[in-house]
T-cell receptor, first 108, second 113 residues
């Protein structure tokens, strides 16, 4: 069955630095979605990528979908304390399957 | 527009007891998902409804878990009898179509003692 894997599991970032989290699927995806879960909260949709090689930006966040539609990345520039939380990618095959998430902590 | 609502927000039960979780999806959303997240781990898929039909229940751990979606509206997830390893946060999510964004409820934190 479809498996979605994310690395790293934890990311401890100095405020102002950049970082990237990666997502890989065992199968080709029809689309990929990214969600953010703040501590104690619930996952909230960030963005969806559909096309091969697609790149989308949301302010300091850049999302990319791989050419083979089996991997994706989220790059955050100039990390802020508001970026704290767990970022999940979710692949759409026949169901919406989530990766394990990257939990981000920020030191001021 | 009301979001996805889940009840209860917290539940503490003893091993062997029964618990029923409820999810009210966004009105008009045919797709309803149940997920479970154990502390610090992945959001694990449990099952997917399209209207009242179970589209995929491959993630249901065992026959102690029973999900229903009466009339294609709200859904319930019953755990009977509960075991210690069933503890975690159960999320419900709904979406308009199979490929659009999913809206999550606040989750039910289940603790089995």
């Amino acid at each position: 069955g479809q498996q979605v894997m994310q690395i790293p599991q934890y990311q401890h970032v100095q405020e102002g630095e950049d970082f990237t989290t990666y997502c890989n699927s065992s199968t080709t995806l029809s689309n990929i979605q990214w969600y953010k879960q703040r501590p104690g909260g619930h996952p909230v949709f960030l963005i969806q990528l559909v096309k091969s090689g697609e790149v989308k930006k949301q302010k300091r966040l850049t999302f990319q979908f791989g050419e083979a539609k089996k991997n994706s990345s989220l790059h955050i520039t100039a990390t802020q304390t508001t970026d704290v939380g767990t970022y999940f990618c979710a692949g759409h095959d026949y169901k919406l399957s989530f990766g394990a998430g990257t939990t981000v902590t920020v030191r001021a | 527009e009301a979001g996805v609502t889940q009840f209860p927000s917290h539940s503490v039960i003893e091993k062997g007891q029964t618990v029923t979780l409820r999810c009210d999806p966004i009105s008009g959303h045919d797709n309803l998902y149940w997920y479970r997240r154990v502390m610090g781990k992945e959001i694990k898929f449990l099952l997917h409804f399209v209207k009242e039909s179970k589209q995929d229940e491959s993630g249901m751990p065992n026959n102690r878990f029973l999900a229903e979606r009466t009339g294609g509206t709200y859904s319930t997830l019953k755990v009977q009898p509960a075991e210690l390893e069933d503890s975690g946060v159960y999320f419900c999510a709904s979406s308009q179509s199979r490929v659009t964004e999913a809206f999550f409820g606040q989750g039910t934190r289940l603790t089995v003692v």
